[in-house]
């Protein structure tokens, strides 16, 4: 199938780099465009047909990914009207931009996806929750497979959208926040910041790659570490004394909130 990427930004060209590296397509089958096409050269290079014109990428493509800021949207989706039809299978990374609101603008009953990735998508480790409608079973498949091609793929209702920004995406940033202070606590206790930053990402990599690659619940692993009267279960009741699965729990329904009540 032959894709365009419309919004060759960051979202847009991690995309591309992922389909390229792990040869899901052809680079000949990739168009992106931008409106500056001076930054996508690199692609260029590979082979991928790189334009500043949207509906000459959409012409000869199967599959639109629009991946431009959410107040351009509009924008874009009335500039392509004379060239999409009913069979171009769109799909969406655009936050904020539920299907309705892709099918009102589109009018035509194409099918229509909304993939909430993160940034981790740039190294295609991205956890990607995708929605869809209108799509048949075939169509669901291969939009699956192009995401898992750039990391873990989970397909949800499109009312959880909100609830995956705010575990998929902030949950990024909230992960890093909990490595940075891991950080501190290592140069505290004597690593120099370089080493501490090291012990603390890989281990915490190490602790997800064991719920992933086991199945397992958190607290089994913990169960693991912790012996009786040992330091761990020490400072991990000491962290909940003062609040650590309740701040988190709290920050998450803010950020929920943030987005549903503005
Ligand atoms: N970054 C993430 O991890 C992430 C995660 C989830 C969702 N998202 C969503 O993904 C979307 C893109 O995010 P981003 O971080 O990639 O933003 P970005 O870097 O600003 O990319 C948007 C791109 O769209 C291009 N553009 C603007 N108007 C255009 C037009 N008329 N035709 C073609 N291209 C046009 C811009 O380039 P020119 O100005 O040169 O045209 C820009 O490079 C956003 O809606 C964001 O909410 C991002």
């Known amino acids: 199938m032959k894709i365009a990427i419309i919004g060759g930004g960051n979202l847009g060209t991690a995309i591309a780099e992922g389909l390229l590296k792990s040869k899901f397509c052809k680079a000949a089958d990739i168009a992106i465009t931008k409106r500056n ?42 500039g392509l009207k004379k060239d999409i039809t009913a069979k171009h299978i769109v799909v969406s990374v655009i936050t904020g931009v539920s299907l309705n609101d892709l099918d009102e603008m589109l ?10 990735p993160n940034t981790a998508i740039a190294i295609q480790e991205s956890m990607t929750c995708i929605s869809h409608s209108n799509t048949t079973a075939a169509q669901v498949q291969f939009v699956k497979q192009l995401f898992e091609t750039l990391g873990k793929v989970t397909m ?39 080493t501490a930053n090291l012990i603390a990402a890989q281990t915490v990599k190490g602790a997800a790659e ?38 988190l729990i709290k920050g998450i329904a803010t950020s929920y909130n943030k987005i549903v009540k503005g």
Request: proline letters at 3%.
């Open 37 to 78: 096409i001076s930054t996508l050269k690199s692609l260029g290079d590979k082979g991928v047909f790189v334009t500043s014109n949207n509906n000459e990428a959409i012409k000869r493509a199967e599959l639109i990914i629009l991946a431009v800021k959410p107040f351009q949207v509009a924008e874009v989706i009335a």
């Open 107 to 116: 009018k035509k009953k194409n099918p229509v996806f909304r993939a909430m």
């Open 156 to 194: 949800i209702e499109d009312k959880l959208m909100d609830a995956a920004t705010v575990l998929g995406a902030c949950g990024t940033a909230y992960a890093m926040r909990y490595i940075r202070a891991n950080i501190q606590g290592g140069i505290e206790i004597g690593f120099d910041s370089v």
């Open 210 to 247: 064991l719920l992933l690659q086991k199945g397992t619940h958190p607290e089994q692993e913990i169960d693991k570490v912790t012996t009786p009267k040992g330091c761990t279960i020490a400072g991990l009741n000491e962290m909940e004394h003062q609040g650590f699965s309740s701040s």
